[in-house]
């Protein structure tokens, strides 16, 4: 599964190229492909790690836009992994979504 560094370096990375602005207007969709990330999350079929990955997200950039689209990303996963994943006791999930 991918890692939340390998994450953070593709943002940073389309920051450079499309700056912060859009980022920050747009959304992270705008400046990088989500798919890849979505999918390796849930081939994981891991909501634990999943929420790991994002946690860590969170700390390194805080209110992350990445991390709410991410989240939003993975609301159509399907149960029980996607149950889990938003079970309200995961605080990185309760804050964003």
Do not use: C, H
């Not at 593709?10 to 920050?24: E, M, N, P, R």
């Amino acid at each position: 599964m991918i890692t939340a560094k390998e994450i953070d370096a593709q943002l940073t990375a389309a920051i450079k190229k499309f700056g912060s602005y859009t980022y920050d207007d747009k959304g992270s969709s705008e400046v990088m492909d989500l798919a890849p990330i979505i999918t390796s999350f849930k081939e994981s079929k891991d909501p634990v790690q999943v929420v790991a990955v994002l946690a860590e997200l969170d700390r390194k950039r805080r209110n992350s836009r990445l991390v709410s689209d991410l989240i939003s990303n993975l609301d159509d996963w399907e149960a029980p992994y996607g149950n889990l994943l938003f079970d309200p006791g995961y605080p990185v999930i309760k804050k964003y979504y």
